[in-house]
């Protein structure tokens, strides 16, 4: 059992950046790769990027490319989200979700039903 925790989320302006965290409390969460998703009001949730359980794959939503980093620090048990020139339109509620990976698989991808989710943090960009 992980429990994903999210933190980092507020109400920031348009340009602004935001760091999220991703945190669990369980030693076996370095062996999960770890995405992060977003659900804005009325929408489906969206694939907002990944990572593998080593950090040495990485993948990203296309159209956020270059603004999203995702990262981890194995040793506080952490993924975070840097968010840089945050827009109106990634105005959301953050999920993160992981999956358990076996050592050789340095995948980054998530499944659509991933091992477990974190109980989401708000993220509001005002214009």
């Known amino acids: 059992q992980v429990h994903l925790v999210e933190s980092g989320g507020g109400l920031v302006q348009a340009g602004d950046s935001l760091r999220l965290s991703c945190a669990a409390s369980?030693?076996?969460?370095?062996?999960?790769?770890v995405g992060w998703f977003r659900q804005a009001q009325g929408e489906e949730r969206e694939f907002v990027a990944s990572?593998?359980?080593?950090?040495?794959?990485?993948n990203y939503a296309d159209s956020l490319k270059g603004r999203f980093t995702i990262s981890r620090d194995k040793a506080d048990n952490t993924v975070f989200l840097q968010m840089n020139s945050l827009k109106p339109e990634d105005t959301a509620v953050y999920y993160c979700?992981?999956?358990?990976?076996?050592?050789?698989?340095?995948?980054?991808?998530?499944?659509?039903?991933?091992?477990?989710w974190g109980q989401g943090t708000q993220v509001t960009v005002s214009s």
């Open positions: 979700a992981a999956v358990l990976r076996d050592p050789f698989d340095t995948r980054a991808t998530i499944p659509s039903r991933p091992d477990y």
């Open positions: 990572i593998s359980w080593s950090g040495g794959s990485t």
């Open positions: 369980e030693r076996s969460f370095r062996s999960y790769a």
